[in-house]
Each structure stands twice: as C-alpha cells, then as structure tokens.
C-alpha cells in the first residue's frame, strides 16, 4: 500500500475504527512505519481516541474473538508500542498545539493587524507645534485630537554653532527623564522636529532638552530647553 492507496481507503479513520481486514491492515501497517504524514495522522487520532474511550475500557473482557477484536487488540497492541514513552506523544502534541495557534492567528491576530494596517495608512489629523524656549514663558498647549495617534513637535535652533547630530530628551515636572533621542542635524535654517505616538506621553507639562552629540573637539553640552505643554483630546 502507498500513500496515496492509504488516502484513497481512508486508511487511517478505518484502521482507528477497526473496519479494516487482517489483510489490509497488515499492508496499511507496514507502509504507516514508512510514511510520515500517515504515521503523524495516526498518532493524532489515536491519542484522542483512547482518552475519550477511556472512561468506557471495562465492559468488554469476554467478547467473541471476531475479526474486529482482532484488529480493535491489533491498535491497542500498536498504542502501546508507539506511545509508550511519554516523549512519542511530543510530536503530536506539538502539532496539535501548531494547530491551534495557527486558527487563532487565522480568526483572531491577522484581521486585527490588517484593520491596524488600514488604520495607520489612512489619511489622518496631525496635530504640530513649535515648542518655545523655556526663557520665553509660553503657557499654550500643543491639544492632540481624540483622533490622532501622532503630533508633531518642532524646535527652532536658538545656539550659535552647527553639529552633526543631536541628543533629545523629554523630562516630566519631576526631573524625570521620559526619553531620550538621538536625531540628525537638519538642513540650515531648518528646525529640529520629531514625530510623537499619542501613547507616548500622557497629558501634562514637560521639559524638552537638546545636547550636542559628542564629536571629536566638541564636547557634549547643553544648547537649549524648551516647553511642552500636552493636551489629549
């Protein structure tokens, strides 16, 4: 019996279900330990099969040794050879477990990722704003809108000198630092800008800090702060 033999008989349910002649199930037997895909199927049914009818084992002892007891003893002989050692069920267990993911991901992860895929591409409101020095003293707010999930902040250069790169940290009204990041030198006359998530900070005041990146003869130093003020919608 080949593989494709054993699909067509349906060789696997029949030889679970015992509907399978001494014959065919000694041809189905010696081309299971062959085959992989068949093999694997069998494990599979078998493991559920035998936990279900496990509540149910006993009544059985004395029944007439027809050709179907023959073949139900022939399995029950088989189980015990190939899952004997708990580490045989492994590759069944993992397949069912592969399954299982595999639906979830189908049902559940991949159309929630596509419909935030659409989300984010889709034109959408960004709120921006130029963030004054701290010495200025401007006490308006940057307001994101309920539905925006970015906004803008730009900082207009107010230090003498260019560098190659600069250093951006975000601090709450305790001191603490929020985060920090490194940005490339914009183009002259141009300011520093950077694109915010709306989850990335809650509402409240905050002090924006730039730093020149350290480069050979130019030390790190503070160049200037600036205020945010956010208001989330």
Not at 173 to 179: C, D, L, T, Y
Request: include cysteine.
């Amino acid at each position: 019996m080949d593989h494709i033999e054993a699909v067509s008989a349906e060789a696997v349910e029949r030889y679970l279900l015992g509907q399978l002649s001494d014959s065919e199930c000694e041809a189905f037997e010696a081309h299971f330990f062959d085959c992989t895909q068949c093999a694997q199927e069998l494990r599979t049914g078998a493991f559920f099969q035998e936990n279900a009818r496990a509540v149910f084992e006993e009544d059985s002892a004395a029944a007439p040794d027809t050709e179907r007891d023959t073949n139900s003893r022939r399995r029950r002989s088989l189980w015990v050879l190939t899952w004997g050692s708990p580490w045989s069920a492994a590759p069944a267990l993992a397949a069912l477990a592969l399954a299982g993911v595999t639906t979830y991901q189908a049902i559940v992860v991949i159309p929630g990722l596509r419909g935030q895929l659409r989300e984010a591409v889709s034109p959408q409101p960004v709120a921006s704003y130029v963030l004054p020095p701290i010495s200025r003293g401007d006490a308006r707010a940057l307001e994101v809108p309920a539905g925006g999930r970015f906004y803008t902040i730009y900082m207009d250069p107010a230090w003498e000198g260019s560098f190659t790169a600069y250093l951006c940290s975000v601090q709450d009204e305790s001191g603490a630092i929020k985060f920090s990041v490194r940005l490339p030198a914009p183009a002259p006359g141009k300011p520093i800008q950077i694109l915010m998530a709306r989850s990335l900070l809650p509402s409240g005041r905050y002090t924006v800090l730039i730093r020149n990146a350290a480069e050979t003869g130019k030390p790190e130093t503070e160049l200037a702060r600036y205020s945010l003020i956010l208001k989330l919608n």
